[in-house]
């Protein structure tokens, strides 16, 4: 299995601004994967992060949104910038691994746009 | 879209058989079935899953019918901490895991004491 830990866990911003959410996983991972959780609502795929390449988006995702580091194997970072209220999602980090190739996710950073 | 069709919530007692039904009627043949869950302000959690065959672990049975078509999530004996919104989902095999992985709304799961 793998540990992933985010950061924050849970964050207030004001409008117009920008927060960056780290992901760190215990292992070397090829993709990793960042998912909106909207309140009450199902997870949503925002992007592929690829080390060494760009991100991959999701339909009705984009770069300038949403833009997405990935350094090295075990790391990646994702911003959302520009935050209006609807922004106010559970933003997850999430790699493949394991011997039967589930999902594995981080705790989630729960981020309020004020 | 989700591939998967499941109901929106279900009660269960505490102790008792939580049996939580998916219907998958376009699955293909190289489709896995796969089944997690999200307590409440937690990430989704890996519970099971299979390609043809009946499974089971040391959380749950995974019952898939001949066709395919469906699957039953067993949780054999309830408890509250099971409380939880229970996603199943179909799987594409190989390729970029991440697309694959479409999360429809799921059953929420109330056990009852």
């Known amino acids: 299995s793998a540990v992933i830990s985010q950061k924050p866990s849970r964050d207030i911003c004001q409008r117009g601004t920008s927060l960056t959410i780290q992901c760190q996983v215990d292992?070397?991972?090829?993709?990793m994967f960042w998912y909106r959780q909207q309140p009450g609502q199902s997870l949503t795929l925002i992007a592929t992060?690829?080390?060494?390449?760009?991100?991959?988006?999701e339909s009705g995702f984009v770069i300038d949104k949403f833009p997405i580091s990935r350094p090295n194997l075990t790391f990646s970072t994702l911003t959302v910038s520009n935050m209006s209220p609807e922004d106010s999602s559970i933003y997850l980090c999430?790699?493949?691994?394991?011997?039967?190739?589930?999902?594995?996710f981080g705790e989630g950073s729960r981020l309020t746009v004020l | 879209d989700a591939k998967t069709t499941q109901p929106t919530s279900m009660d269960c007692a505490e102790g008792r058989a939580a049996n939580l039904p998916c219907n998958h009627s376009t699955i293909s043949g190289n489709e896995y079935v796969y089944w997690y869950r999200q307590i409440h302000s937690q990430g989704p959690q890996y519970i099971i899953h299979?390609?043809?065959n009946n499974e089971t672990n040391e959380m749950a049975s995974l019952i898939i019918t001949e066709d395919r078509k469906s699957s039953t999530l067993i949780l054999p004996h309830a408890t509250l901490r099971d409380t939880a919104v229970y996603y199943c989902?179909?799987?594409?095999?190989?390729?970029?895991?991440?697309?694959?992985?479409?999360f429809g709304p799921g059953t929420r799961l109330s056990v009852l004491p």
């Open positions: 292992s070397q991972v090829t993709m």
């Open positions: 992060a690829n080390q060494g390449s760009e991100a991959t988006y």
């Open positions: 999430s790699v493949v691994g394991g011997i039967t190739g589930e999902l594995f």
């Open positions: 989902i179909v799987r594409v095999g190989g390729g970029s895991y991440g697309q694959n992985f479409v």
């Open positions: 299979g390609l043809k």
